[in-house]
Each structure stands twice: as C-alpha cells, then as structure tokens.
C-alpha cells in the first residue's frame, strides 16, 4: 500500500530515495532547507546545481531538476523552486502545485519508491502555512493514486507549527488509496 509519513525533524538524514530541496531560481544554496541540504551534500550538490545552471541557466520558479545527493543519505536531490507569496492573486498557489507535481514526476520518471518533501514557500518566501499545507498534501494524494513507482512520501516538517499544521490536515484526508502514518 502507498503511504505518506509525518515527521518532525531535519530533511537532510532522511533515509529515502530522494529529498526535495525548497531551491531558490539560481540552484547555488540560500538559507533555511536549501542552506543545509548544500552544507550537509557537499560539494557534489553544488557542482551539479552549477552544471544545470551552465546547461538551462537556474530553475524557474515551479519547476524541478535533479542532483545525486552527495554525502546525504539519500540517492537524489530534487530541486525545486516554489513561489514567493505576494497576496495570492499572482499564481502562486497553481506555482506551489507545479514546484510539488514536477518533483513527483522526476521521482516517478527516475523510478524513484521514496521522497521526502520539506515544508515549500512556507519560510522567507512567506506562503501561508495552512494553504501550502492544503496544496502540497492535496497534490500529493491525488499524484499517487495513479503513480506506478513513487509508492512512499514523506512529509518532513522542521518546525513544531507546520507539523501540527500537516497533522492536523491528513488527519483530515478521506482516502483508501493511501495510508497515513505518524499523525
């Protein structure tokens, strides 16, 4: 059976196939989620970022790409940037679907079992926490009833309120499809 996992604690020693990155368009590190997982990969991480950068220049905000993971325990880095909240009249709940959709979709296409989301936009871009909550969970139940490899997602949250924010939330989802653990 598929599943999703809550967890409170740190992305970068979570032992799956891949972690996404909340990156910013410039692929190179920054603060928060992105700041350690480039600390924690070494510079492995950042050459791939360098070599996308050289190849597209950056990752647009909504969109994935993929590293290995370096010194991480996992396999993969999926970078992706989600949007920077302005008043929510400037697409930004469709870009945080696209930042969640399209790292599932590279996970799916790598045949990837495993990946780990962070809380995306919800820091320095200044998402609302509840709503991003909604998004990522909603996007994220509906891309697994159909997916053939992605069968386990975890949802790692860093701060005690986002995670109260998620459990709250899949406590919430009605669905046979996926099994909900650590709520």
């Known amino acids: ?43 492995e991480v950042l050459d791939e970022c360098q070599q996308i950068r050289a190849q597209q220049g950056g990752c647009a905000v909504g969109e994935a790409v ?36 399209n790292s599932l979709k ?5 045949h990837l079992q495993s990946i780990a989301f962070p809380n995306i936009s919800t820091g320095v871009y200044r998402f609302p926490k509840f709503e991003a909550a909604d ?9 697994m009833k159909n997916a053939q490899h992605v069968q386990e997602v975890h949802f790692v949250c860093f701060d005690v309120e986002n995670f109260k924010i998620y459990r709250q939330r899949l406590a919430q989802i009605d669905t046979s499809d996926v099994q909900i653990l650590g709520i």
């Open 1 to 43: 059976m598929k599943s999703i996992r809550l967890i409170q604690g740190d992305i970068t020693i979570q032992k799956v196939d891949a972690i996404v990155n909340a990156a910013n368009t410039s692929l190179l590190g920054g603060g928060g989620v992105d700041g350690a997982i480039h600390r924690k990969g070494g510079s």
């Open 66 to 101: 993929m590293t290995t993971a370096g010194l991480l325990p996992s396999h993969y880095v999926i970078h992706t940037v989600g949007p920077t909240w302005q008043d929510g009249q400037h697409e930004e709940n469709q870009l945080l679907q696209n930042a969640y959709i």
């Open 106 to 110: 590279l996970a799916e296409q790598k």
């Open 135 to 143: 998004i990522a969970i909603t996007t994220t139940v509906d891309f």
